[in-house]
T-cell receptor, first 113, second 118 residues
Framework: AQSVTQLDSQVPVFEEAPVELRCNYSSSVSVYLFWYVQYPNQGLQLLLKYLSGSTLVKGINGFEAEFNKSQTSFHLRKPSVHISDTAEYFCAVSGAAGNKLTFGGGTRVLVKP | GAVVSQHPSWVICKSGTSVKIECRSLDFQATTMFWYRQFPKQSLMLMATSNEGSKATYEQGVEKDKFLINHASLTLSTLTVTSAHPEDSSFYIC??????????????FGEGSRLTVL
């Protein structure tokens, strides 16, 4: 069984400040890890994914995440946020053998001017 | 990237009626689609896995007779909420895997359908 924990339900941050969204997972098999963003009343858009290889993954919109196997974490970071980054962010995991995604509870990012 | 479209985006219905939501993969074939449900300010919960040409696989606790899933073609899956009640009001999101992406597990999501049952 897999599970994902996003430690922060809400993260307020000022515009142009850095932000880090924490994600920890548990799994008994190899994992693929994802970060998705959801704007109000919309579906999910993939920010980035870790499949294998380099543990530092760069995604769209200036986001990056680092896979840490020993700490079972996949934290998302952005060095300087914009107002348009205000959204809900979901960390997700899928097993190597299947495609069902298990989502974390989500982190709501509110960027303040 | 691959595009998944849902219709309708919004639907309001009376209690006791049935509502059908469509999920289409526009530029790829999807043998497998997934249906998720999202309550306000909550995460996505997988309801069922829709397999083309066969019965859907439902997650524990999801009533298969209430949430009918049909995946009749490689580009279309439908979710029918039968005899809807106010507690079925939710945001329903479908997703599909593009086999061209290989076995990466990446899913492409529809825009979601908000159901409100009066």
């Amino acid at each position: 069984a897999q599970s994902v924990t996003q430690l922060d339900s809400q993260v307020p941050v000022f515009e142009e400040a850095p932000v880090e969204l924490r994600c920890n997972y548990s799994s008994s098999v190899s994992v693929y890890l994802f970060w998705y963003v959801q704007y109000p009343n919309q579906g999910l858009q993939l920010l980035l994914k870790y499949l294998s290889g380099s543990t530092l993954v760069k995604g769209i919109n200036g986001f990056e995440a680092e896979f840490n196997k020993s700490q079972t974490s996949f934290h998302l970071r952005k060095p300087s946020v914009h107002i348009s980054d205000t959204a809900e962010y979901f960390c997700a995991v899928s097993g190597a053998a299947g495609n069902k995604l298990t989502f974390g509870g989500g982190t709501r990012v509110l960027v303040k001017p | 990237g691959a595009v998944v479209s849902q219709h309708p985006s919004w639907v309001i219905c009376k209690s006791g009626t049935s509502v059908k939501i469509e999920c289409r993969s526009l530029d790829f074939q999807a043998t497998t689609m997934f249906w998720y449900r999202q309550f306000p300010k909550q995460s996505l919960m997988l309801m069922a896995t829709s397999n083309e040409g066969s019965k859907a696989t439902y997650e524990q606790g999801v009533e298969k007779d209430k949430f009918l899933i049909n995946h009749a073609s490689l580009t279309l899956s439908t979710l029918t909420v039968t005899s809807a009640h106010p507690e079925d009001s939710s945001f329903y999101i479908c997703s599909a895997r593009d086999h061209r992406a290989g076995g990466t597990g990446e899913l492409f999501f529809g825009e979601g359908s908000r159901l409100t049952v009066l």
